[in-house]
């Protein structure tokens, strides 16, 4: 909402219905400072806060100036005074419909007593009914009223709240029913003793003369206002100090001095009983006060034909004593009590006898039995549990503050049990060991917690914190006040250790639960007081009424009414008696609520679940078991049975229908449903049998069984995808174990789980049922380390290799669904909006019969699906929709937001509390008056809304019904309002940008809408350089609209610094480089150390570089004409370095920035031979000179003075660049998460095709320094020419520059030639590189780096040529080698490491020599450290080391296999060559088996070793998967692999 609405919009409001945007409005208007109106709008005060708030909250919690306090407060009491006149005036305009009853009077004035920084603590009120009551005037600020104590019964547990208001004072009723009198004693409490007696008696004697003179019941209340006073209302409670309880009593002492004879004595003695003590409660003070009351029952036996004359007593404070006045009768006239006037005395006695029979008749009917009324506790125990419902389901969580169980009711839990319980707060430190808890777990999985782990200390966001404590997957046990036989956590304490200790521990918690966590009227919370109550209690009772906004959904049950009167009479304090009566079930055995419940649970009470088992049997899985299962979703032979389906009624069962077909998730209880005939059969689309088919023969394949198998479904959005995989769940159940496998949940967890299932009840592993599990919109990476962890722990188990173990069913969202099936098609099926031959009769009869049920608006999805999603279809049902509404409402705007996101970001949403905010809807509703968020909508917006329910969370969310239609909406809605101001207005409302709840995940979808590019790699039809919501407006509207989009996008999300650097990006690529450089510095201030931001820096000055290159208009520059774009290049070129020394994200194997390194220094090269001073033709070798000596020429001298320093540098830092790729492309596979992809600058091939891009980029920085020879450096002569003479000849700069075009300078490039489709071109290449070396190498002739280069040459030429002339002996290369170093500080490179493991591996254990086996144990230990240290910041996922040679059963070289060789030997596509690398089925190849060779081992103590060439030596080998590694200590044998983390271990198996 914008301020320029707000600002109006408050002034038509009532302030309750304000909120913290209409507060902003208000205070700016009456003058407060804006850093406290930012203060306060922070702490979501809307109006009905504002109004309850106390002074210290604005000093303490908000920091304000006493002046600005006064202020505020002042204009608030004008402002409720006000309000109060206008629905007085309107009430009264309404007639006099009202209830009459004293105690429903409101009255303003009081604060309230349970403050808390979060919105909002309500005082409870009483709803006066009017003929014309509306919502507004239900939340008045009031007064709380309360009742008396019971007339002359003893209840040790009543007690009085402060400023509560007793019904005004009262004459006599009906003789029986007490007449009631105040005292305020204000003043005299502070009397002395004798004094305070003095006045005590002289009130209490005349009162009870009277009453016994009216023959009435009466009470007199010390501490009670007897007038309006101040701020004080009649028959407000305001307690005194008791400084002695026996003044109060020993001020009866007097009767016998004041009343006449003995007998008068003896009757009042007998009448008036003695002082009753109720303690006030006070939240504001810890001073104890207390109401003193007096009963007096003037019985008819007693009182009978008497007149009752008193003297009071009086003391005189001249002559410092009592004195008594003359004994005089009193009666009651109303609420008061005067003295009978001797001229009505006669009369008065003459009517005494008629008093005396009526106080006979009313004793004589109080006695008599009353018709027991007892309310329906059955009925109104259903509606406090269901809000309303009929019966209980799982549409509510349950929250459970208890204290301790007697042993008794322990066994009558069950309706526990079948509950959804989010959490328990459990007061009995025993009870995991003898309590509540230890009998739940015993049937329900549970998390033990205290109230410490609530207290997010980490500052986790509310999903990580959610994970963080298991919570939705498991009951959360909170044991609140310590736990006993468990050495950590929380201790026990008493009552008042408790409030300072852990009441704020508590209220911490319950303001997380309630704002943070679960969703508004999603819980209901339920509090068991099953023993003794203490304050403890009490306090949580405190907390979840005020965070909840008052007593609804809020239940109270207590077996004993001696325990429920003292919770009462302490919970009163913040609900009103009469209010918790209403929520309370009191005086229920337990075992009747058990029952009770449980008739009203839609499940069935089965602890058990079944599932099927080889044999064709079943097994059963307890609740407990499947709880632990948590990371799936089990779908049972008995799935939904444990439904009573004769609870659920047509409307319900018509609602889950009807949800289906408006575009929802599909159910279990659809098919379940369905299957019962309850509902329309659900059709089957031709891919649910093709998906079908490729099950079955995977299940009954006899030969080339895989432990692990998949089927693909690649779907178009909303085409019913989704559905086809659960139905083929649904259909598969009984034959295979099924569960779908929830989001976010870690592999490992997902495999040990999934193990756990498949094994479940089963006594042999080799003979189980398959588990088939379900896979919704996976990346390619998580199914592939799901299907390698479980290929792992498969053979970990020693589960034989031609079993199936798991069918993995992967069902993903694709906009090219044909291709991808295309690319797989033996498992693969593809789910289009097109309807084949077959499917079109099926849809058109489905819809005839849905259209008997529903109308056709209602079933929306399910007929463009029948229609195929045809766009005129699409486009007139919109247009037909828009022509109905009324653009300028709040309901529009609202579509306007969802159809916007819902285009842009997949899976999108809007919480309905989020809507309710922007709309402006009251969020404080009780059972009665709650109205559905639905009816608020216009019939438009219903139509094209689904209310979505999150199946854990309960979170209630909006999204349109099918992306295509939120497309065309926007697309039409557009043509009046751009989407750039539709985005615009979106992340400018700060009502929604700030709401709390639920805003981590409505900030994660404005953050994708603004950042997420579109990939083709995730099934999207194009690349976009941008969001796609930043493309569009860039295009239609200009790159500015982009840009100021871009710029509210980084303030609304709190100054995102990956919106300045996509900001960044934006602007230079429109060729705006000053601006980019101002939001690359941004972000940079943001994230300091973020690599991509630090590379985008870099990327602002590479792509000015470019740009002042390339519109450079002189071909030959002059070295002026040059500084600009020298000096941007050499920035660039910084830019990268500082972003290359900077600590790398996890996420990050390699820093991108040296790419734009070698960009920008290549292309700077360039740039520097073209300046006129190098272009002529002596020019290319006065550049080298300048480049490589301390050579300056004259002309550049001056000019380029800041920047000789740097370019002499330009070769080293080239070359030290392209050194890091290379060797980070040694050891690491290429891929890139998605997550990388959308930060990531780096052009195309270099994120996609590194390895080719490096070696382009090698032949382009050697080809610019390889035209110099030998002499070129001593002399200034030089003959241009590329082609090398005699190797004696060439320099070593030389001979590096030129094998470093021809790519042999890098190990990456070199490796790079074994994938040229034509060896013979790689094999002469390598010989014409091998040529540049010296002949009869020795192995001082060359530094290391070279050195290790030639060797790989040898290596390559080997694998592409093997018969080739330049090839050495494997003995020559072992030799060349020593001369690398293994150890100290001039160690040897990774490559040069990698080199000795690969030549000094024996053919066999008997080959290595003792020297031989010290170089290579030291070599691997070297590697290994190495490696170490370089993964240490990098992902599991990105540290995917590459394995490049195998061990081959060939001698020499020749036994150095490399990984293309194998690969050669694999058939089919790419996808299913990738499976045969994960599934292990290369090993199983008969080329590959014929080719490698199998090394034999031993597992010792959970290691692999193989025999070392020393006596009795060992060489340790890593199995590439540990898992796979053989429990115990075994034989084994294995390929063995050379990688650049040591040598490694595939295959391994045990040896017979």
């Given at each position: 909402?914008?301020?320029?609405?707000?600002?109006?919009?408050?002034?038509?409001?009532?302030?309750?219905?304000?909120?913290?945007?209409?507060?902003?409005?208000?205070?700016?208007?009456?003058?407060?400072?804006?850093?406290?109106?930012?203060?306060?709008?922070?702490?979501?005060?809307?109006g009905?806060?504002?109004?309850?708030?106390?002074?210290?909250?604005?000093?303490?919690?908000?920091?304000?100036?006493?002046?600005?306090?006064?202020?505020?407060?002042k204009?608030?009491?004008?402002?409720?005074?006000?309000?109060?006149?206008?629905?007085?005036?309107?009430?009264?305009?309404?007639?006099?419909?009202?209830n009459?009853?004293?105690?429903?009077?409101?009255?303003?004035?009081?604060?309230?007593?349970?403050?808390?920084?979060?919105?909002?603590?309500?005082?409870e009120?009483?709803?006066i009914p009017t003929?014309?009551?509306?919502?507004?005037?239900?939340t008045?600020?009031?007064?709380?009223?309360?009742?008396?104590?019971?007339?002359?019964?003893?209840?040790?547990?009543?007690?009085?709240?402060r400023?509560?208001?007793?019904?005004?004072?009262?004459g006599?009723?009906?003789?029986?029913?007490?007449?009631?009198?105040?005292?305020?004693?204000?003043t005299?409490?502070?009397?002395?003793?004798?004094?305070?007696?003095?006045?005590?008696?002289?009130?209490?004697?005349?009162?009870?003369?009277?009453?016994?003179?009216?023959?009435?019941?009466?009470?007199?209340?010390?501490?009670?206002?007897?007038?309006?006073?101040g701020?004080?209302?009649?028959?407000?409670?305001?307690?005194?100090?008791?400084?002695?309880?026996?003044?109060?009593?020993?001020?009866l002492?007097?009767?016998?001095?004041?009343?006449?004879?003995?007998?008068?004595?003896?009757?009042?003695?007998?009448?008036?009983?003695?002082?009753?003590?109720?303690?006030?409660?006070?939240?504001?003070?810890?001073?104890?006060?207390?109401?003193?009351?007096?009963?007096?029952?003037?019985?008819?036996?007693?009182?009978?034909?008497?007149?009752?004359?008193?003297?009071?007593?009086?003391?005189?404070?001249?002559?410092?004593?009592?004195?008594?006045?003359?004994?005089?009768?009193?009666?009651?006239?109303?609420?008061?009590?005067?003295?009978?006037?001797?001229?009505?005395?006669?009369?008065?006695?003459?009517?005494?006898?008629?008093?005396?029979?009526?106080?006979?008749?009313?004793?004589?009917?109080?006695?008599?039995?009353?018709?027991?009324?007892?309310?329906?506790?059955?009925?109104?125990?259903?509606?406090?549990?269901?809000?309303?419902?009929?019966?209980?389901?799982?549409?509510?969580?349950?929250?459970i503050?208890?204290?301790?169980?007697?042993?008794?009711?322990?066994?009558?839990i069950?309706?526990?049990?079948?509950?959804?319980?989010?959490?328990?707060?459990?007061?009995?430190?025993?009870?995991?060991?003898?309590?509540?808890?230890?009998?739940?777990?015993?049937?329900?999985?549970?998390?033990l917690?205290?109230?410490?782990?609530?207290?997010?200390?980490?500052?986790?966001?509310?999903?990580?914190?959610?994970?963080?404590?298991?919570?939705?997957e498991?009951?959360?046990?909170?044991?609140?006040?310590?736990?006993?036989?468990?050495?950590?956590?929380?201790?026990?304490?008493?009552?008042?250790?408790?409030?300072?200790?852990?009441?704020?521990?508590?209220?911490?918690?319950?303001?997380?639960?309630?704002?943070?966590?679960?969703?508004?009227?999603?819980?209901?919370v339920?509090f068991?007081?099953?023993?003794?109550?203490?304050?403890?209690?009490?306090?949580?009772?405190?907390?979840?009424?005020?965070?909840?906004?008052?007593?609804?959904?809020?239940?109270?049950?207590?077996?004993?009414?001696?325990?429920y009167?003292?919770?009462?009479?302490?919970?009163?304090?913040?609900?009103?008696?009469?209010?918790?009566?209403?929520?309370?079930?009191?005086?229920?055995?337990?075992?009747?609520?058990?029952?009770?419940?449980?008739?009203?649970?839609?499940?069935?009470?089965?602890?058990?679940?079944?599932?099927?088992?080889?044999?064709?049997?079943?097994?059963?899985?307890?609740?407990?078991?499947?709880?632990?299962?948590?990371?799936?979703?089990?779908i049972?032979?008995?799935?939904?049975?444990?439904?009573?389906?004769?609870?659920?009624?047509?409307?319900?069962?018509?609602q889950?229908?009807?949800?289906?077909?408006?575009?929802?998730?599909?159910?279990?209880?659809?098919f379940?449903?369905?299957?019962?005939?309850k509902?329309?059969?659900?059709?089957?689309?031709?891919?649910?049998?093709?998906?079908?088919n490729?099950?079955?023969?995977?299940?009954?394949?006899?030969?080339?069984?895989r432990?692990?198998?998949?089927?693909?479904?690649?779907?178009?959005?909303?085409?019913?995808?989704?559905?086809?995989?659960?139905?083929?769940?649904?259909?598969?159940?009984?034959?295979?174990?099924?569960?779908?496998?929830?989001?976010?949940?870690?592999?490992?967890t997902?495999?040990?789980?999934?193990?756990?299932?498949?094994?479940?009840?089963?006594?042999?592993?080799?003979?189980?049922?398959?588990?088939?599990?379900?896979?919704?919109?996976?990346?390619?990476?998580?199914?592939?380390?799901?299907?390698?962890?479980?290929?792992?722990?498969?053979?970990?188990?020693?589960?034989?290799?031609?079993?199936?173990?798991?069918?993995?069913?992967?069902?993903?969202?694709?906009?090219?669904?044909?291709?991808?099936?295309?690319?797989?098609?033996?498992?693969?099926?593809?789910?289009?909006?097109?309807?084949?031959?077959?499917?079109?009769?099926?849809?058109?009869?489905?819809?005839?019969?849905?259209?008997?049920?529903?109308?056709?608006?209602?079933?929306?999805?399910?007929?463009?699906?029948?229609?195929?999603?045809?766009p005129?279809?699409?486009?007139?049902?919109?247009?037909?929709?828009?022509?109905?509404?009324?653009?300028?409402s709040?309901?529009?705007?609202?579509?306007?937001?969802?159809?916007?996101?819902?285009?842009?970001v997949?899976?999108?949403?809007?919480?309905?509390?989020?809507?309710?905010?922007?709309?402006?809807?009251?969020?404080?509703?009780?059972?009665?008056q709650?109205?559905?968020?639905?009816?608020?909508?216009?019939?438009?917006?219903?139509?094209?809304?689904?209310?979505?329910?999150?199946?854990?969370?309960?979170?209630?969310?909006?999204?349109?019904?099918?992306?295509?239609?939120?497309?065309?909406?926007?697309?039409?809605?557009?043509?009046?309002?751009?989407?750039?101001?539709?985005?615009?207005?979106?992340?400018?409302?700060?009502?929604?940008?700030?709401?709390?709840?639920?805003?981590?995940v409505?900030?994660?979808?404005?953050?994708?809408?603004?950042?997420?590019?579109?990939?083709k790699?995730?099934?999207?039809?194009?690349?976009?350089?941008?969001?796609?919501?930043?493309?569009?407006?860039?295009?239609?509207?200009?790159?500015?609209?982009?840009?100021?989009?871009?710029?509210?996008?980084?303030?609304?999300?709190?100054?995102?610094?990956?919106?300045?650097?996509?900001?960044?990006?934006?602007?230079?690529?429109?060729?705006r480089?000053?601006?980019?450089l101002?939001?690359?510095?941004?972000?940079?201030?943001?994230?300091?150390?973020?690599?991509?931001?630090?590379?985008?820096?870099?990327?602002?000055?590479?792509?000015?570089?470019?740009?002042?290159?390339?519109?450079?208009?002189?071909?030959?520059?002059?070295?002026?004409?040059?500084?600009?774009?020298?000096?941007?290049?050499?920035?660039?070129?910084?830019?990268?370095?500082?972003?290359?020394?900077?600590?790398?994200k996890?996420t990050?194997?390699l820093?991108?920035?040296?790419?734009?390194?070698?960009?920008?220094?290549?292309?700077?090269?360039?740039?520097?031979?073209?300046?006129?001073?190098?272009?002529?033709?002596?020019?290319k070798?006065?550049?080298?000179?300048y480049?490589?000596?301390?050579?300056?020429?004259?002309?550049?001298k001056?000019?380029?003075?800041?920047?000789?320093?740097?370019?002499?540098?330009?070769?080293?830092?080239?070359?030290?660049?392209?050194?890091?790729?290379?060797?980070?492309?040694?050891?690491?596979?290429?891929?890139?998460?998605?997550?990388?992809?959308?930060?990531?600058?780096?052009?195309?091939?270099?994120?996609?095709?590194?390895?080719?891009?490096?070696?382009?980029?090698?032949?382009?920085?050697?080809?610019?320094?390889?035209?110099?020879?030998?002499?070129?450096?001593?002399?200034?002569?030089?003959?241009?020419?590329?082609?090398?003479?005699?190797?004696?000849?060439?320099?070593?700069?030389?001979?590096?520059?030129?094998?470093?075009?021809?790519?042999?300078?890098?190990?990456?490039?070199?490796?790079?030639?074994?994938?040229d489709?034509?060896?013979?071109?790689?094999?002469?290449?390598?010989?014409?590189?091998?040529?540049m070396?010296?002949?009869?190498?020795?192995?001082?002739?060359?530094?290391?780096?070279?050195?290790?280069?030639?060797?790989?040459?040898?290596?390559?030429?080997?694998?592409?040529?093997?018969?080739?002339?330049?090839?050495?002996?494997?003995?020559k290369?072992?030799?060349?080698?020593?001369?690398?170093?293994?150890?100290?500080?001039?160690?040897?490179?990774?490559s040069?490491?990698?080199?000795?493991?690969?030549?000094?591996?024996?053919?066999?254990?008997e080959?290595?020599?003792?020297?031989?086996?010290?170089?290579?144990?030291?070599?691997?230990?070297?590697?290994?450290?190495?490696?170490?240290q370089?993964?240490?910041?990098?992902?599991?996922?990105?540290?995917?080391?590459?394995?490049?040679?195998?061990?081959?059963?060939?001698?020499?070289l020749n036994?150095?296999?490399?990984?293309?060789?194998?690969?050669?030997?694999?058939?089919?596509?790419?996808?299913?060559?990738?499976?045969?690398?994960?599934?292990?089925?290369?090993?199983?190849?008969?080329?590959?088996?014929?080719?490698?060779?199998?090394?034999?081992?031993w597992?010792?103590?959970?290691?692999?070793?193989?025999?070392?060439?020393?006596?009795?030596?060992?060489?340790?080998?890593?199995?590439?998967?540990?898992?796979?590694?053989?429990n115990?200590?075994?034989n084994?044998?294995?390929?063995?692999?050379?990688?650049?983390?040591?040598?490694?271990?595939?295959?391994?198996?045990?040896?017979?």
């Amino acid at each position: 909402m914008d301020s320029s609405s707000s600002e109006m919009e408050w002034r038509n409001l009532s302030c309750d219905s304000w909120t913290e945007t209409h507060v902003s409005s208000w205070l700016r208007c009456i003058g407060i400072k804006q850093i406290y109106i930012d203060k306060l709008k922070e702490e979501e005060v809307t109006g009905p806060v504002l109004t309850t708030l106390p002074r210290e909250y604005f000093s303490a919690t908000i920091g304000m100036r006493s002046g600005q306090t006064e202020l505020l407060l002042k204009k608030r009491d004008e402002l409720v005074k006000s309000e109060q006149e206008k629905r007085k005036n309107k009430s009264d305009s309404c007639g006099k419909g009202r209830n009459d009853k004293k105690e429903n009077v409101l009255v303003l004035g009081q604060e309230p007593k349970h403050c808390s920084q979060e919105p909002c603590d309500r005082v409870e009120t009483e709803n006066i009914p009017t003929a014309c009551s509306d919502n507004s005037a239900s939340t008045e600020l009031a007064l709380s009223f309360c009742d008396y104590r019971k007339f002359d019964q003893p209840e040790k547990d009543c007690r009085y709240v402060r400023h509560n208001v007793l019904p005004p004072e009262t004459g006599i009723e009906n003789l029986i029913n007490p007449c009631h009198e105040y005292k305020s004693l204000e003043t005299a409490h502070k009397l002395d003793s004798k004094r305070l007696q003095t006045k005590v008696a002289s009130e209490v004697l005349r009162f009870a003369c009277a009453c016994m003179n009216m023959r009435a019941n009466g009470t007199i209340h010390f501490g009670i206002m007897d007038k309006v006073r101040g701020t004080h209302k009649h028959g407000e409670i305001i307690g005194i100090p008791v400084k002695n309880q026996e003044d109060f009593v020993d001020a009866l002492d007097n009767i016998e001095r004041c009343f006449k004879g003995s007998n008068q004595q003896s009757d009042a003695r007998s009448c008036i009983r003695n002082p009753r003590f109720i303690e006030v409660l006070d939240k504001e003070t810890t001073e104890k006060t207390w109401v003193i009351e007096y009963d007096v029952v003037p019985k008819a036996s007693t009182v009978k034909d008497k007149l009752y004359s008193v003297g009071v007593p009086k003391f005189s404070e001249k002559d410092n004593k009592v004195k008594y006045e003359e004994k005089v009768p009193y009666c009651r006239v109303g609420a008061n009590t005067p003295r009978i006037p001797d001229d009505d005395l006669v009369l008065f006695i003459q009517g005494l006898r008629e008093k005396d029979e009526q106080r006979e008749k009313a004793e004589s009917s109080s006695n008599e039995t009353n018709v027991d009324l007892r309310e329906d506790q059955k009925r109104k125990l259903t509606i406090l549990l269901t809000c309303g419902k009929t019966h209980m389901d799982n549409s509510l969580f349950y929250i459970i503050v208890t204290n301790k169980f007697h042993p008794e009711n322990l066994d009558t839990i069950s309706f526990l049990v079948h509950m959804n319980l989010f959490c328990v707060f459990d007061f009995d430190p025993d009870s995991k060991t003898s309590g509540l808890c230890s009998r739940y777990k015993k049937q329900k999985a549970v998390n033990l917690h205290f109230l410490d782990d609530y207290a997010n200390e980490s500052r986790l966001g509310t999903s990580d914190f959610i994970n963080s404590l298991q919570l939705f997957e498991r009951t959360s046990w909170i044991f609140c006040n310590g736990r006993n036989n468990f050495p950590g956590g929380e201790q026990t304490c008493d009552e008042k250790t408790w409030i300072k200790t852990r009441k704020k521990k508590l209220k911490k918690a319950v303001s997380l639960i309630c704002n943070d966590i679960l969703p508004r009227r999603s819980f209901v919370v339920l509090f068991l007081l099953m023993s003794n109550v203490e304050q403890p209690l009490v306090e949580t009772f405190h907390e979840f009424y005020a965070e909840m906004n008052g007593h609804d959904f809020l239940a109270v049950i207590s077996e004993s009414n001696e325990n429920y009167k003292k919770w009462s009479s302490l919970a009163q304090v913040s609900c009103h008696m009469s209010t918790l009566r209403e929520i309370s079930i009191v005086e229920m055995p337990l075992s009747h609520v058990d029952a009770t419940v449980q008739s009203i649970q839609l499940s069935k009470n089965n602890l058990t679940r079944t599932l099927p088992v080889l044999n064709g049997g079943l097994c059963f899985l307890k609740s407990v078991e499947e709880a632990m299962l948590d990371s799936l979703e089990i779908i049972s032979v008995d799935q939904c049975d444990d439904t009573k389906l004769e609870i659920m009624s047509e409307d319900e069962i018509q609602q889950i229908e009807t949800y289906f077909y408006r575009g929802g998730k599909i159910d279990w209880k659809n098919f379940w449903l369905a299957d019962k005939h309850k509902c329309g059969v659900i059709i089957k689309r031709d891919a649910y049998e093709e998906a079908s088919n490729m099950l079955h023969k995977i299940v009954h394949r006899t030969k080339d069984i895989r432990p692990v198998e998949s089927v693909n479904i690649y779907h178009h959005p909303g085409s019913g995808g989704s559905t086809v995989a659960r139905q083929i769940l649904w259909s598969w159940r009984t034959k295979v174990r099924c569960a779908v496998v929830k989001q976010c949940k870690e592999i490992t967890t997902v495999c040990e789980h999934a193990v756990r299932l498949r094994e479940h009840e089963e006594r042999d592993k080799n003979n189980c049922l398959p588990v088939l599990l379900l896979l919704e919109d996976r990346n390619a990476d998580y199914i592939d380390d799901l299907r390698r962890e479980l290929g792992n722990v498969i053979t970990t188990k020693k589960i034989t290799p031609s079993v199936l173990c798991f069918i993995l069913l992967i069902c993903n969202r694709s906009n090219v669904p044909e291709r991808m099936c295309r690319a797989s098609s033996s498992q693969t099926v593809a789910v289009t909006h097109k309807l084949s031959n077959a499917e079109k009769p099926l849809f058109s009869k489905k819809l005839e019969q849905l259209k008997l049920q529903f109308q056709p608006d209602f079933i929306l999805t399910f007929v463009l699906m029948s229609e195929e999603f045809r766009p005129s279809y699409i486009a007139d049902f919109v247009k037909n929709l828009l022509d109905k509404i009324d653009h300028s409402s709040l309901i529009t705007r609202l579509i306007r937001f969802v159809a916007l996101l819902n285009c842009y970001v997949e899976d999108s949403y809007i919480s309905v509390s989020h809507c309710e905010a922007s709309l402006g809807i009251a969020t404080h509703v009780d059972r009665a008056q709650y109205h559905a968020f639905v009816d608020h909508l216009s019939e438009e917006a219903r139509l094209i809304f689904i209310h979505l329910k999150e199946e854990s969370t309960h979170i209630s969310s909006i999204r349109i019904i099918h992306a295509k239609v939120a497309k065309e909406i926007l697309i039409q809605l557009s043509a009046n309002l751009p989407q750039s101001e539709i985005a615009m207005d979106l992340i400018k409302d700060e009502v929604l940008i700030n709401h709390r709840f639920n805003r981590e995940v409505f900030l994660k979808f404005i953050r994708a809408l603004f950042i997420r590019r579109n990939k083709k790699s995730r099934g999207d039809p194009v690349d976009t350089a941008f969001s796609p919501l930043i493309e569009h407006v860039r295009i239609e509207r200009g790159v500015q609209k982009a840009v100021d989009l871009m710029k509210a996008a980084y303030l609304a999300l709190g100054k995102d610094a990956y919106v300045a650097q996509q900001l960044a990006r934006l602007l230079y690529t429109n060729l705006r480089f000053e601006e980019a450089l101002e939001w690359a510095v941004e972000a940079k201030s943001l994230l300091p150390h973020d690599t991509f931001v630090l590379d985008t820096l870099g990327q602002v000055y590479k792509r000015w570089f470019y740009h002042l290159y390339d519109t450079l208009e002189e071909k030959e520059p002059s070295p002026e004409r040059g500084i600009e774009i020298i000096s941007t290049a050499l920035k660039g070129i910084s830019a990268f370095r500082a972003s290359e020394k900077t600590p790398k994200k996890e996420t990050v194997s390699l820093n991108s920035s040296y790419y734009g390194e070698v960009d920008v220094g290549c292309r700077l090269l360039k740039f520097l031979s073209g300046v006129d001073v190098f272009s002529n033709n002596t020019g290319k070798s006065e550049l080298m000179q300048y480049l490589l000596t301390d050579y300056i020429p004259a002309e550049v001298k001056k000019p380029w003075q800041t920047f000789h320093q740097q370019l002499k540098g330009l070769q080293k830092s080239l070359y030290h660049a392209l050194e890091c790729i290379s060797e980070d492309l040694s050891y690491f596979q290429t891929d890139i998460s998605e997550e990388d992809e959308e930060l990531d600058a780096r052009d195309p091939e270099q994120v996609h095709n590194p390895r080719e891009w490096l070696t382009r980029k090698s032949a382009v920085y050697a080809g610019f320094f390889c035209i110099i020879r030998d002499d070129d450096i001593q002399a200034t002569d030089s003959n241009n020419t590329d082609r090398a003479g005699p190797t004696e000849k060439l320099s070593p700069f030389q001979r590096q520059m030129k094998t470093y075009k021809l790519g042999g300078g890098n190990v990456t490039s070199i490796l790079s030639l074994l994938y040229d489709r034509d060896p013979l071109r790689a094999g002469k290449k390598l010989e014409t590189i091998i040529d540049m070396y010296p002949e009869n190498l020795k192995w001082n002739d060359l530094d290391q780096t070279e050195l290790a280069n030639f060797i790989f040459c040898q290596i390559v030429l080997n694998c592409t040529l093997p018969g080739s002339s330049k090839l050495l002996s494997l003995q020559k290369l072992q030799d060349l080698s020593k001369r690398f170093i293994t150890k100290g500080k001039n160690m040897s490179s990774a490559s040069a490491l990698f080199l000795l493991s690969l030549l000094f591996w024996p053919e066999t254990s008997e080959a290595l020599s003792s020297a031989g086996s010290q170089i290579l144990l030291s070599a691997i230990d070297a590697l290994q450290r190495l490696c170490e240290q370089k993964i240490q910041h990098v992902s599991p996922r990105k540290s995917r080391i590459v394995t490049h040679f195998f061990m081959g059963k060939a001698k020499g070289l020749n036994k150095i296999v490399h990984r293309s060789a194998i690969e050669k030997q694999i058939k089919g596509t790419l996808n299913e060559r990738r499976l045969k690398w994960l599934g292990g089925e290369v090993w199983k190849t008969r080329e590959v088996v014929q080719l490698l060779k199998r090394v034999e081992g031993w597992t010792e103590n959970g290691n692999l070793f193989v025999k070392g060439g020393i006596r009795e030596g060992k060489i340790r080998v890593f199995p590439r998967y540990s898992a796979s590694l053989p429990n115990g200590n075994e034989n084994v044998t294995f390929y063995l692999g050379f990688s650049f983390d040591g040598v490694v271990a595939f295959d391994i198996q045990v040896m017979e």
